[in-house]
């Protein structure tokens, strides 16, 4: 039994990458993705944090790119190209965190919402209502200010503003498969609460979360570069910070447009990746968006 269910996988499995690569957009985010975590992960063994010091600069401060410097300097004469490699692992590090945190909240909130009818679902769903009407970046915004500046917190106060709309995505799934006639036959065998939701519920839809969370991961990266922005961060040098420190030495007056160019089309590549690759799965595990292709 455990070998056929094996060669099943590996057939669904099979099934799924062919129509995935037949996505073009998808099959370019993930090229870019492949790129952009393997550049973060390698960075240590190529560079060290001290490339972020000040007081390491060696250029000019502002100078234009070069041989030297391809992509130019900021204030303190350090290279973009090494800061902006060295906070690739702390934009994705918290993008990827901020989102698994997410969607864990979302999908526990949301499979209990659609599983238990009663005051206990509707409990669940008006907590959920609550948070998806508050303002996320604002609420973020303020725990992050409240808890402190640092790595975790900035994943913590993303993760827990924008899990409500995972919630409802799930809960909307979690209800069309509560209604499915083996659901029956398995509360009528007798199954418990924990069965039906991990051995039913789950994985079917596991399929819908896994599209939506590289959307999350998008999403958690964009908030991480705005909290950055506008002065909450972890400390460490990310996208977010090269991207005010440009504000607030006023690279855009001074026609230092590397500056502010290198970091944002950085945040741009890692998010359009992530959308392109997530619009492709969800076209792919969707069967009415399959069927429609």
């Known amino acids: 039994m455990t070998s056929v269910a094996w060669t099943r996988r590996r057939l669904a499995f099979g099934r799924f990458w062919k129509d995935f690569l037949r996505h073009r957009g998808g099959v370019v985010g993930l090229a870019v993705l492949v790129v952009a975590v393997v550049l973060a992960l390698v960075a240590p063994l190529f560079i060290d944090e001290s490339v972020t010091s000040v007081v390491n600069g060696t250029s000019d401060s502002m100078s234009a790119p070069s041989a030297g410097n391809p992509f130019g300097t900021d204030e303190s004469g350090r290279s973009i190209l090494l800061l902006a490699w060295w906070g690739s692992r702390t934009s994705l590090l918290i993008g990827f965190l901020a989102a698994l945190l997410s969607i864990v909240i979302g999908t526990v909130i949301g499979i209990a919402a659609g599983h238990f009818r009663g005051w206990l679902g509707a409990t669940l ?8 009407v508050l303002p996320s970046l604002v609420t973020a915004l303020v725990l992050a200010a409240i808890l402190g500046g640092s790595t975790l917190t900035i994943i ?16 909307a799934q979690a209800l069309a498969v509560e209604a499915r006639p083996y659901i029956e036959r398995s509360k009528a065998l007798g199954a418990g609460h924990w069965h039906i939701t991990t051995r039913h519920v789950l994985p079917n839809v596991a399929p819908l979360l896994l ?37 607030d030495w006023n690279a855009a007056t001074n026609g230092a447009w590397w500056y502010i160019l290198i ?3 950085c945040i741009l590549a890692v998010v359009m990746a992530f959308t392109l690759c997530g619009r492709a799965l969800e076209a792919v595990l969707n069967p009415r968006l399959r069927r429609a292709a």
């Open 125 to 132: 769903m008006r907590i959920t209502d609550w948070f998806l």
């Open 211 to 247: 599209a939506s969370t590289t959307l999350e991961v998008a999403s958690a990266i964009v908030t991480e570069s705005t909290l950055a922005f506008l002065g909450v961060s972890a400390n460490k040098t990310s996208w977010g910070t090269m991207l005010r420190g440009s504000y």
């Open 263 to 265: 970091p944002g089309l």
């Open 156 to 171: 913590m106060a993303i993760g827990v503003t924008t899990w409500p709309s995972t919630a409802r995505l799930i809960r």
